[in-house]
């Protein structure tokens, strides 16, 4: 059973940055890939970000796309969402997930993840 912890949440001001963390445990990590969702308050959950087991394909919603960036580090068993020129829209708990495939599949039940961390809190002031 995979266990998934993130951590980088925060206040931050419109416009601001935040680097999201998501360590996994240990197993075959490096042969997953991996995503990050949020839901905000009173909406359903959504897909934000997927990246494939060797980091060499990324997916991002369109919401997204130019100001976050998912990337990962094997060795570390972590992944990341570094988040630029926040928004308060993008205000919500962001979760980590997992897939026992090396690639994100969309059209897949729970957008094909597996695994899902507790999630973190992230809140854009305007």
């Known amino acids: 059973q995979a266990q998934l912890v993130e951590s980088g949440g925060g206040l931050v001001q419109a416009g601001g940055s935040l680097r999201l963390s998501c360590a996994a445990s240990?197993?075959?990590?490096?042969?997953?890939?991996m995503g990050w969702f949020r839901q905000a308050p009173v909406k359903e959950r959504e897909f934000v970000a997927a990246?494939?087991?060797?980091?060499?394909?990324?997916y991002y919603a369109d919401s997204v796309k130019g100001r976050f960036t998912i990337f990962r580090d094997n060795a570390k068993n972590t992944v990341y969402l570094q988040m630029n020129s926040l928004k308060p829209e993008d205000a919500a708990v962001y979760y980590c997930?997992?897939?026992?495939?090396?690639?994100?599949?969309?059209?897949?039940?729970?957008?094909?993840?597996?695994?899902w961390g507790k999630g973190t809190l992230v809140t854009v002031s305007s």
């Open positions: 997930a997992e897939s026992r495939s090396y690639y994100y599949s969309p059209g897949s039940v729970d957008y094909g993840m597996d695994y």
């Open positions: 240990g197993h075959s990590f490096s042969t997953h890939a």
């Open positions: 990246i494939s087991w060797s980091g060499g394909s990324t």
